[in-house]
């Protein structure tokens, strides 16, 4: 099992940043393809960004491009969410996940682990 915990969510600004985090427990971490997923309200959960193992190879949605960033510290078990040019449409809870697999439609075949989800809202 793996257990992952997010953090840093909270109330911020249109055009502000923030910088989510995720903090994984129990098996390997490197052994995972790390990301994140939001829901915004009245919608569909969907993919937003995963980093492979070793950092080295990144996939997003369209609608985070230039604007987040994705990162890891296999030394602190931790991911990292870069948000920046945040837009109220960003508004949505945020969720972590974990999976051994990595590919470009990252969550389509199902993801094993899952945090439990920060808020982040953006006002305008």
């Known amino acids: 099992q793996v257990q992952l915990v997010e953090s840093g969510g909270g109330l911020v600004q249109a055009g502000g940043s923030l910088i989510l985090s995720c903090t994984a427990s129990?098996?390997?971490?490197?052994?995972?393809?790390m990301g994140w997923f939001r829901q915004a309200p009245g919608k569909e959960r969907e993919f937003v960004m995963v980093?492979?193992?070793?950092?080295?190879?990144?996939y997003y949605a369209d609608s985070v491009k230039d604007r987040f960033t994705i990162s890891r510290d296999n030394a602190k078990n931790t991911v990292y969410l870069h948000m920046n040019s945040l837009k109220p449409e960003d508004t949505a809870v945020y969720y972590c996940a974990a999976d051994e697999a990595f590919y470009s439609s990252w969550g389509d075949y199902g993801i094993n682990y899952w945090g439990k989800g920060t808020l982040v809202t953006v006002s305008s």
């Open positions: 980093i492979n193992w070793n950092g080295g190879s990144t």
């Open positions: 129990g098996r390997t971490f490197n052994n995972y393809a």
